[in-house]
């Protein structure tokens, strides 16, 4: 009789640096892997046929995204000993030779794994056309990711609506929450950006409009937000209206390149660098100069990761976020200044994304059924392995997020900025 599992795991016992890493479970009933790992459960052949048509992550986030593939124990707890164990057995060795494709091909062939393709795994996947971010191809791409739907979102998130990192000043408070350390990330935001009464403020990628809303409520700034997302726009107009802030705040559906005003006290991209590429950030980086007046300020938050890995990887290109760039922070950097702007500050919010992350992937699992009533469980099975996998990325310093305070220097060097840092944090706001 074929024992599944005995058989999988001298399969991929030479994939890893020692024992494998987690514990398998097949559809036959046998196990194989060390007992207090989390259990991967392959529930039938379908699994590895996927990952013959698909080698790879891609292969195995389709498994587990169509439930053919799932994972007893804590997911972030398997994926990190998997990735573990891969780097520590160093670079991945040359192409398998004819002996072990052939021993493979046996093996698929034994445990019934080959066959036709399986169908697709129920979760709307990412399929862009037309020329790496243009316009038409950039709207896609975030629709893709934010017109999700409002509802998701609104249930995802607290209720400041705010998409990003937060910053957390009190994580030991147990009365502090995830709502806090988002308002406490827009204030910092406003007060590094020195935002006083009927300063002009251009927020690049809003949002729900968290930083924009904030910004008008609590410092009287006349906003511009811009959103590619249709649901975004919609969400953030009617926000406005219902806030009576219709004077204060303009919301505008247009892609950074064609905005037609200039001379901003202060622009702003939370979080939206990430989805420049690289061939267009050094035109972003100048069109940030051109847009900011002299002596204005510009702040990005926006995520970084090493040089050799700057997408999201496959599952990510394919079900979150298409298209997407990193670059380590120097680099980001360098390309700010080179688009004519001065550095002034950098603060790593590494540490707080992992924590932003978690409470956002806690309320995925406490409110499962509702997230699966809204778009259904492959949807909701692509957010698990979405959250459970970015915040590793973040606790294990594979990714890092960061806020680069910069300035458009006037003519005569002058950058209308307090010489230390500190200073500016606490006593510009609203002066």
Known sequence: MTRVAPRLAALLAEHFAGNLP??????????????????????????????????????????????????????????????????????????????????????????????????????PQARLRGALHSTARDRAAISH??????DWYALLLDETMAYSCGYWKR?????????????????????????????????????????ALHAAREYRARVTAVTLSQEQH??????????????????ELRHYRYLTKDGYDAVCAIEMGEHVGAAAYPGFAARLHSLVRPGGRVLIQQMSRGAAAPGGGAFIESYI???????????????????????????????????????WHHTLETRWKEFVALEGEPTARVWRLYLAGAGLAFTERRMGVDQILAVRTAPDGAAGMPATPHDWYAREARQ
């Open 234 to 251: 919609a969400f953030v107009t009617a926000r406005v209206q219902e806030l009576g802030l219709s004077e204060l705040v303009e919301v």
């Open 171 to 211: 994580p030991a408070d147990p009365s502090y929450g995830p709502a806090d350390a988002q308002r406490d990330k827009l204030e910092l935001v406003c007060r590094k950006l020195g935002l006083r009464p009927g300063a002009r403020l251009l927020d690049l990628g809003c949002g729900w409009g968290s930083l």
């Open 145 to 150: 990711h934010y017109d999700l739907s409002n």
């Open 321 to 359: 976020a298409p298209d997407m760039h990193m670059r380590p922070l120097g680099e980001t950097v360098g390309l700010l200044e080179a688009g004519g702007l001065e550095v002034r500050s950098v603060e790593s919010l590494r540490e707080h994304y992992a924590r932003t992350i978690a409470a």
């Open 22 to 123: 987690v514990r398998l479970r097949a559809w036959d009933g046998s196990e194989a892997g060390p007992k207090t790992a989390p259990v991967v459960v392959l529930r039938s052949p379908r699994a590895l046929r996927r990952l013959l048509w698909q080698p790879g992550e891609l292969g195995l986030a389709q498994a587990y995204i169509a439930g053919d593939l799932d994972v007893e124990g804590d997911l972030a707890d398997g994926l990190s000993r998997v990735w573990r164990a891969v780097r520590e057995r160093g670079p991945a060795p040359s192409a398998p030779g004819p002996r072990q494709l052939a021993r493979m091909a046996l093996t698929a062939l034994r445990l019934g794994a080959l066959g036709l393709r399986p169908p697709a795994p129920g979760a």
